[in-house]
T-cell receptor, first 111, second 116 residues
Framework: QQQVKQSPQSLIVQKGGISIINCAYENTAFDYFPWYQQFPGKGPALLIA?????SEKKEGRFTISFNKSAKQFSLHIMDSQPGDSATYFC??????????FGTGTRLQVFP | GAVVSQHPSRVICKSGTSVKIECRSLDFQATTMFWYRQFPKQSLMLMAT?????????EQGVEKDKFLINHASLTLSTLTVTSAHPEDSSFYIC????????????FGQGTRLTVV
């Protein structure tokens, strides 16, 4: 019940396309859902986060869509760029508890 | 966003020696810090959670005598890998949470430990 399932494992997108990464959770007590971006040899960087009281949050080219009834949330990267090539992790937490991470998605954006 | 600095970024040590990794929150007070280990092409594995001034809480399967964590101040936590062995070689990452009521966690840049 503590797991966060992330898909796909890897994703190849052409420059300018839309990248979509999906996550699903079981624990309905989770109330914070962040997405992290990690480049090789670096620590993860907080990209965008959402709470369950809203269904969508947009920051620049990055959008989180949240479906509370389906217990799913997704990251959409619009107009994907080669510089977006990285590994993306979704996560979830309840209150001040530890973050539960998804397994990661390796995104490659080709010019 | 808040800045978390981790040092060193890379370290090579001999088998049997100890290595200390520092994690500092530069522009905020971190009541809670986390230490993770990450294997190549895998997700982050939480090792322990530390709160300022108290003992760290270790995840199941993590040897507390091997991975010593100290969180002596609101801006500094250290992870010491004692008697390191080649199997301890990994990427170690810290993160800090800003305030007890704030759930955002910010990560350091990671430390690549190689034990030879």
């Amino acid at each position: 019940q503590q797991q966060v399932k992330q898909s796909p494992q890897s994703l190849i997108v052409q420059k300018g396309g839309i990248s979509i990464i999906n996550c699903a959770y079981e624990n309905t007590a989770f109330d914070y859902f962040p997405w992290y971006q990690q480049f090789p040899g670096k620590g993860p960087a907080l990209l965008i986060a959402i709470r369950p009281d809203v269904s969508e949050k947009k920051e620049g080219r990055f959008t989180i869509s949240f479906n509370k009834s389906a217990k799913q949330f997704s990251l959409h990267i619009m107009d994907s760029q080669p510089g977006d090539s990285a590994t993306y992790f979704c996560a979830a937490s309840k209150g001040n508890d530890k973050l539960i991470f998804g397994t990661g998605t390796r995104l490659q954006v080709f010019p | 966003g808040a800045v978390v600095s981790q040092h060193p970024s890379r370290v090579i040590c001999k088998s049997g020696t100890s290595v200390k990794i520092e994690c500092r929150s530069l522009d905020f007070q971190a009541t809670t810090m986390f230490w993770y280990r990450q294997f190549p092409k895998q997700s982050l594995m939480l090792m322990a959670t530390s709160n300022e001034g108290s003992k760290a809480t270790y995840e199941q399967g993590v040897e507390k005598d091997k991975f010593l964590i100290n969180h002596a101040s609101l801006t500094l936590s250290t992870l010491t890998v004692t008697s390191a062995h080649p199997e301890d070689s990994s990427f170690y990452i810290c993160s800090a949470r800003r305030g007890a009521l704030n759930t955002e966690a910010f990560f350091g840049q990671g430390t690549r430990l190689t034990v030879v």
